[in-house]
């Protein structure tokens, strides 16, 4: 019972952190989605929050996975879980709170180093938590790109 409910605290935890981004930013959304030259493939709208809600999730199980397992570099990968989410979270309000595309790529490039080490930390402890980032992971290339791309484009 503990696991199972260590997961679904995870879980939420990250979920609702998410869900408070994301409300919090929605004015900045609504006017990026409105006025911004967007690059190729960039998907529509409906996509970002289908997408983030399942990598929350996964970022939720993978946490809970690296938290239940005893290891010597747990936290370690607890404390690299901990500061790509705040990158994460972070990220929202400089792209679309405060419209700088520059310094949300920065910032995006280091979320993205920080994720793998993140990964590799998880996967000393519990491989298959690092393994459900790996969606994530490839996600952060494709965001990496669209950042780029508006960049350029505004």
């Given amino acids: ?80 879980f901990a500061i790509q989410l705040v990158l994460n979270l972070a990220w929202s309000f400089i792209f679309f709170g405060a419209g700088n595309y520059a310094v949300a790529l920065v910032e995006l490039v280091a979320m993205l180093a920080v994720v793998v080490f993140m990964v590799i930390a998880f996967h000393r402890v519990e491989p298959l938590a690092a393994w459900l980032q790996v969606p994530y992971l490839a996600w952060l290339c494709f965001a990496t790109y669209l950042n780029a791309g508006v960049l350029a484009l505004n």
């Fill in 1 to 80: 019972m503990r696991k199972v409910l260590t997961v679904i605290v995870c879980v939420v935890a990250v979920e609702l952190a998410g869900l408070a981004v994301g409300m919090l930013t929605r004015a900045g959304t609504e006017l990026y989605a409105q006025t911004i030259v967007k690059p190729p493939l960039s998907p529509p709208g409906v996509v970002f929050p289908v997408a983030w809600t399942i990598l929350y999730a996964l970022m939720g199980i993978g946490l809970a996975l690296v938290i239940l397992t005893p290891s010597e570099t747990r936290g370690t990968a607890i404390a690299l």
